[in-house]
């Protein structure tokens, strides 16, 4: 196939946001006083995980995911907290997190110049533009979709149809999506009729339902497909 446009995730495709993450929270909690124990952290991902795929069915709003995911969390753990204002503190934290995965700048740079890039993520605007500036491959990217800027988010169709609608000369045929969420990246493309890359990079077993185009386990693989 003759790809000539790349869509790509951010987070866990070209950013570590495991990383990133784990650096931000450890500070945070730590910060208010809280010991940023594997309790702690496995209850936080516990009930961040579960908003955010609500999210994702469209069942709750984003503001709903950013603004409840720390009071609720903390009230797992027996205490209480403002979680707006604990989302603010974690947002300038998570923000100064730009760890990328192995080989992604390079393949971002041997891409360059030869594709049409751009990123398409289910995060904060601000947030996402911030970290791929200070990543240096905010340059690369002909544009930056997000599901806060859009209203809608992967997987919805109305998520893709605004990128159709706002890259030029857009065209599915020569368009490869590349991200490592089934539920998201290879879903939304599925939906939107376009070709898709799941990064598995820890090798989870592949759905029955969402099927990928093509399956790497790590970026460098990217390169065959597309010809580069």
Not at 90 to 116: P, T
Not at 161 to 174: L, P
Request: aromatic share 12%; charged share 25%; glycine share 8%.
């Amino acid at each position: 196939m003759n790809y000539k446009i790349l869509l790509f995730d951010l987070d866990d495709t070209l950013l570590d946001f495991a990383a990133n993450e784990q650096y931000a929270l450890k500070h945070l909690f730590e910060e208010s006083g809280i010991t940023f124990t594997k309790e702690v952290f496995d209850t936080y991902s516990r009930v961040n995980k579960d908003l955010w795929a609500a999210y994702e069915k469209g069942e709750i709003p984003l503001e709903e995911v950013l603004n409840t995911r720390f009071s609720k969390a903390l009230l797992s753990l027996g205490k209480e907290a403002d979680g707006r204002l604990w989302e603010q503190n974690y947002r300038e934290r998570l923000g100064n997190g730009h760890e990328m995965l192995e080989g992604a700048a390079e393949l971002i740079k041997r891409l360059s110049g030869s594709f049409r890039m751009f990123i398409v993520t289910n995060g904060v605007t601000e947030t996402q533009i911030k970290r791929l500036k200070q990543s240096g491959l905010y340059s690369y990217f002909e544009d930056i979709f997000t599901s806060q800027a859009i209203g809608y988010q992967k997987p919805a169709a109305e998520f893709f149809d605004y990128v159709k609608s706002h890259v030029k000369d857009f065209d599915a045929e020569s368009t490869l999506i590349i991200g490592d969420s089934l539920s998201s990246d290879i879903k939304g493309g599925n939906l939107a009729g376009i070709d898709t890359c799941w990064l598995n990079r820890n090798s989870a077993a592949p759905s029955a339902d969402i099927i990928s185009t093509y399956s790497i386990k790590n970026l460098y693989e990217l390169l065959d497909i597309v010809g580069a």
